[in-house]
């Protein structure tokens, strides 16, 4: 049931921007399956449904918002370990399936938004800043949840050692709490800042402890 509620709502947004108004001849499902490949444990079905639920809450913020959710639907789409270009493909896969299908200006902006996700630099386009808080949206989660998704990620990258994982897990973490602000956007301070900061703090410092 899961699964049709959420190939029927991806359907429903393609819809409402295929420049023939046909449906999306599968693309949703084909979308949820990739999400279940073998060797996800982070970047899942579930991690998407997140995503959404938190764009659902802040949807009237977004200048586009059915760019924004096309882009969170493919953003974590290509799942190729240890190659470290996951977004870039993800975004080429969003053209490709999407070419003679949607307008080139809404393509163009979903490509962009779904490249924001590598979090190279602080984004300037609205729409970029929410779909990068969104990403991190996860970060403020209590403890437990926090937790139980960094553990997830090191399942994912199991190919490196924890010599090698866990300081670019300091490295990623620390700049962003480094940061003047966690968030881009006002309203995800409010709601995530503070949690975040709090969990951030209590992994790297329990790193620390352990030697890291």
Same mark, same amino acid.
């Given at each position: ?17 295929? %420049? ?11 979308? #949820?399956? $990739? ?15 997140? !995503? %959404? ?8 913020? !977004? ?6 959710? %096309?882009? %969170? ?5 290509? =799942? ?26 809404? $393509? ?10 590598? &979090? ?15 990403? #991190? ?16 990620? $090191? $399942? ?24 003047? &602000? =966690?968030?881009?956007? &006002? ?26």
């Amino acid at each position: 049931m899961a699964r049709q509620l959420e190939s029927s709502r991806f359907d429903a947004v393609w819809k409402r921007n295929t %420049l023939t108004g046909d449906a999306d001849a599968g693309i949703g499902a084909r979308l #949820l399956e $990739r999400y279940s490949e073998s060797g996800r444990y982070y970047h899942t079905v579930d991690h998407i449904g997140f !995503c %959404l639920s938190v764009f659902d809450q802040a949807r009237s913020l !977004c200048l586009n918002p059915d760019a924004v959710e %096309l882009a %969170l639907w493919f953003h974590d789409a290509v =799942f190729n370990f240890p190659v470290d270009n996951n977004e870039r493909m993800s975004a080429e896969l969003f053209l490709q399936v999407s070419e003679s299908a949607l307008p080139d200006d809404l $393509r163009d902006r979903v490509y962009r938004l779904v490249m924001a996700t590598r &979090h190279l630099g602080p984004p300037v386009d609205p729409d970029e800043q929410i779909m990068v808080d969104i990403d #991190l949206s996860s970060f403020g989660q209590r403890w437990e949840l926090f937790n139980t998704d960094g553990e997830n990620v $090191r $399942r994912e990258l199991d190919y490196l050692t924890d010599s090698e994982f866990f300081p670019n897990q300091i490295e990623f973490m620390s700049k962003l709490v480094a940061r003047q &602000h =966690f968030y881009n956007t &006002h309203w995800f301070r409010e709601q995530f800042e503070a949690t975040a900061r709090e969990n951030v703090a209590r992994y790297l410092k329990d790193l620390k402890q352990r030697g890291y």
